[in-house]
């Protein structure tokens, strides 16, 4: 079975101080994980995915097999990164994609 | 390019009423999907379609129905509603490399459900 955790479901913090958000994974296979992001009331959109190696909105997000976590980190939280921010999974040729309960992200000014 | 797009975006319905929710996309997907968020729960899965002609059943089906009418078309029914269907309704579509990989769903903007 797939499980994704996301221990924070509140996180505060002062605009350009740091930002991490908190994803461990349980799975047998090989996973793919993604960050989904949801500004309010809007649909989920995209954020980053593992395979890509990427960095969006200065986002990153480093899977680490070791720890089964793949967390998020933005070095300096804007006013506009406030949303809801999903961790989510999917095995290797599976088609269901598996969520974490979410983490609501406020900046303050 | 309008992606997934969802209809209707609002409803309210008495219980044991019945209703479709309406899912299209338009980027030749294959793969088609009905989630609903909760607060506090994430997204579940409800249903999903891996390819046209098939459906499977997700994390939690009961109370629903589905149908893959065409490539484009996912639509997701409601016989008797219940308040505890009470949700946010997500469609959404992706579609995998021929070595299996999955680049991301693409969403719907939603349904907001209510059942009185």
């Known amino acids: 079975a797939q499980r994704v955790t996301q221990p924070e479901k509140l996180l505060s913090v002062f605009k350009g101080a740091p930002v991490e958000l908190k994803c461990n994974y349980s799975y047998s296979g090989s996973p793919e994980l993604f960050w989904y992001v949801q500004y309010s009331r809007q649909r989920l959109q995209l954020l980053l995915r593992?395979?890509s190696r990427e960095s969006i909105k200065g986002f990153t997000a480093d899977l680490n097999k070791g720890e089964t976590s793949f967390h998020l980190k933005k070095p300096f939280a804007q006013e506009e990164d406030s949303a809801m921010y999903y961790c989510?999974?999917?095995?290797?040729?599976?088609?269901?994609?598996?969520f974490g309960a979410g983490t609501t992200v406020t900046v303050r000014a | 390019n309008a992606g997934v797009t969802q209809t209707p975006k609002f409803q309210v319905l008495k219980t044991g009423q019945s209703m479709t929710l309406q899912c299209a996309q338009d980027m030749n997907h294959n793969s088609m999907y009905w989630y609903r968020q909760d607060p506090g729960m994430g997204l579940r899965l409800i249903y999903y379609?891996?390819?046209?002609?098939?459906?499977d059943k997700g994390e939690v089906p009961n109370g629903y129905n589905v149908s893959r009418l065409n490539k484009r078309e996912f639509s997701l029914r409601l016989e008797s509603a219940a308040p505890s269907q009470t949700s946010v309704y997500f469609c959404?579509?992706?579609?995998?490399?021929?070595?299996?990989?999955?680049?991301?769903?693409?969403f719907g903007s939603g349904t907001r459900l209510t059942v009185v």
């Open positions: 959404a579509s992706s579609v995998r490399t021929g070595t299996g990989v999955n680049y991301g769903y693409t």
């Open positions: 379609s891996a390819s046209e002609g098939t459906t």
């Open positions: 989510a999974l999917s095995g290797r040729g599976d088609y269901k994609l598996s």
């Open positions: 593992h395979i």
